[in-house]
């Protein structure tokens, strides 16, 4: 990959939209010169973040989910059984109209998300009782013709990640049951991403076309706007019913199964470049970091003897399992500072003569700039230790940031005023009429009710000053 010639200036983290955006480029994650409208190039490093933010998803669905893979066109007929669904879709879904020169006795459609590719084919594999519950899920692209404001990683018209499982039932209750273990898989994920999310009940004008409820995972962005980064939906027997998906229960009666499907796209990895991520660049969770630490030569003075001993912790770091790497390139140290921090790497190991006299290194916190000299006899454990030192400061902090921007709010005023910096935590008597009104006068959305809605309270619904007990978080969002 071309180096950077001259080091790019990223803008101030304040500036959150040029921050992002530039980052994504100078940090080498994402190339968004690619000629599609919503459609984005993963530079090498970006993909080998995606590549290990997505092996601890695999590794949380693969306890009892299977992996598979489902083809990508849909015939129109199969498309547009399930009404809801279409009408939720019909605006954002791409046909392929010919085969070549050919015209297509069957316009197919390029998968928005694969309900529609799946159930036909679950119909087929779901007979018994026996045969359930059924858990597979797939890592795929999907295509939606978005007509907002596109942006990598969050708002794309080719998702390249889309994380999509889909499971059979045999009631409605056990569905449910799967709705919550979705939930606790993606807080479960999210926190090893040190990504602090907030599990909410949609209201029903914001559920998934075609579901009985939908219940999403938010994360709350450093502009202040929340990020949708997980759904799960309970189908209830929409879609059995739809696609005549039926199984002889133990009394030999033929039954409609119940379903989900929950998702996650690369949105996880937006929110965790932007929520730890500071003026000088990345800050990657250990866990994900593509390069986990950096050793660099400090060689005004004995270079062979300093090599060496950087090739010796290359080699006991990577015995240990670090992904780890040497700038021995002829950049003056500053600029290999400045290229590492960039990408976010969670530790930086300098070794130079002073160090070599004391057979140390000087190990530098990307988070906090902390810098420690330990022992090269130890070096591995010191440097594992310290990962989990970062892991746990940067969920912390993510966690005091999160709780800090939640608002409790009773008046128009105060929710306008708060939703401009964070979440407002609202009353709300439930009433649709209320909700889209709310969101009309403060420009803010009710992202849903908390799953762990605690306390009871009596509040005043801030519409239409009817008592209600339940509060909602309101936010504005991407
Ligand atoms: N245009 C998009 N770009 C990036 N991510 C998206 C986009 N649209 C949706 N997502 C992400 O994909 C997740 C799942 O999408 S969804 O429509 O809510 N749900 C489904 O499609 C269901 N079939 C579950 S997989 C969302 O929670 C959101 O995080
Ligand atoms: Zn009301």
Known sequence: MAEQEKEAALPPKENFSEWYNDLLQVAEIMDVRYPVKGSYVWYPFGFSIRRNVYGIIRELLDKDHQETM????????????????????EDEVYWVLNGGTTPLDVKLALRPTSETAIYPMYRLWVRSHADLPLKLYQIVNTFRYETKHTRPLIRLREITSFKEAHTVH????????????????????????????LPS??????????????????ALMSDGKTLQVGTAHHLGDNFAKTFDIKYEDAAGEQVYAHQTCYGVSERCIAALISIHGDDKGLIMPPEVAPVQAV????????PEAVLAACNDVKETLEAAGVRVTIDDSDKRPGSKYYKWEMKGVPLRIEIGPKDLEKEAAMLVRRDTGEKEQVPLSSIANEVIERFAVIQFSLLENAKENLKARIFDCNTIEEIKEKVSEGIAHVPWCGEEKCGLELDEEVGAGIL??????????????????????IRVYVAKTY
């Open 201 to 218: 009940k949609r209201p029903n004008w914001d559920k998934f076309p075609g579901a009985d409820y939908t219940i999403a995972v938010d």
């Open 70 to 89: 489902f083809p990508l066109l849909i015939p129109e007929n199969e498309f547009m059984k399930e009404a809801e669904h279409i009408k939720g879709f």
């Open 448 to 469: 849903g009710i908390p799953t762990d809605q605690d306390e009871e309270g009596n509040y005043k619904c801030p519409m239409c000053g009817k008592d209600t007990s």
């Open 295 to 302: 050793i660099i030569p400090i060689l005004f003075k004995k």
């Open 170 to 197: 045999a009631t409605w209750d056990d569905a449910a049951a799967q709705v919550d273990e979705a939930i606790r898989i993606y807080s479960e994920f999210y926190r090893r991403l040190a990504v602090p999310v």
